[in-house]
């Protein structure tokens, strides 16, 4: 069974470039986050997918949108890229309505913003 | 100001030595969980608690939460290099809120063998 599968795990971008990675959920995971790892810090909620719907939304910018597909994977979409957004990107699965559902994450990808 | 306040930042001991890494808040929790995220890896939930005074145990790891359920702490028996990551806490929020994770800064941990 694979877990969370994350693609790709580095990236180099230019300022005002955009960005689109992937996300595919582990087997039987219908909800899929996204959060955003600077350097040295904890995991910031970005935004969740549910249903193809974004269902709730931390405090990033319009610059950072997102897509989920029938088959539960996800795309995270940046933006005009800033050196701040360079990060690791992780997205994490769970299945909606069970409760107490544990979150899997995927190994990330390395965002470098130059 | 962090909902979750993790400390210390980072932490260097020799294989043997025993640690404890600390989760602080002001807010109290239903429940807060630990995470150990390796380089290059996401984080791997490692324990949740949910009552006050709570000890889990996980081989040479051991939780617990707080009585009055606004702090947590992780201490480590016997270190070994495998130990070495960044530890994390965590508090999970209401399936109203889709549940989602509000994560400390995370603690640094090295064990020099």
């Known amino acids: 069974d694979a877990g969370v599968t994350q693609s790709p795990t580095h990236l180099i971008k230019t300022r005002g470039q955009q960005v689109t990675l992937r996300c595919s959920p582990k087997?039987?995971?219908?909800?899929v986050s996204w959060y955003q790892q600077a350097l040295g810090q904890g995991p910031q909620f970005i935004f969740q997918?549910?249903?193809?719907?974004?269902?709730q939304r931390g405090n990033f910018p319009d610059r950072f949108s997102g897509h989920q597909f029938p088959n539960y994977s996800s795309e995270l979409n940046v933006n005009a890229l800033l050196l701040g957004d360079s990060a690791l990107y992780l997205c994490?699965?769970?299945?909606?309505?069970?409760?107490?559902?544990?979150?899997?994450f995927g190994q990330g990808t390395r965002l470098t913003v130059v | 100001t962090q909902l979750l306040e993790q400390s210390p930042q980072f932490l260097s001991i020799q294989e043997g030595e025993n640690l404890t890494v600390y989760c602080n808040s002001s807010?109290?929790?239903?429940?807060l969980q630990w995470y150990r995220q390796e380089p290059g890896e996401g984080p791997v939930l490692l324990v949740t608690?949910?009552?006050?005074?709570e000890v889990k145990k996980l081989k040479r790891l051991t939780f617990q939460f707080g009585d009055a359920r606004k702090d947590s702490s992780l201490h480590i028996t016997a270190a070994q290099p495998g130990d070495t990551g960044l530890y994390l806490c965590?508090?999970?929020?209401?399936?109203?809120?889709?549940?989602?994770?509000?994560f400390g800064g995370g603690t640094r941990v090295l064990v020099k063998p």
């Open positions: 997918y549910y249903e193809e719907e974004e269902r």
């Open positions: 994490a699965s769970r299945r909606a309505g069970a409760s107490g559902t544990e979150a899997f």
């Open positions: 965590a508090v999970l929020g209401s399936k109203a809120a889709g549940n989602k994770l509000t």
């Open positions: 608690v949910v009552t006050g005074g």
């Open positions: 087997s039987g995971h219908d909800t």
């Open positions: 807010s109290v929790f239903s429940s």
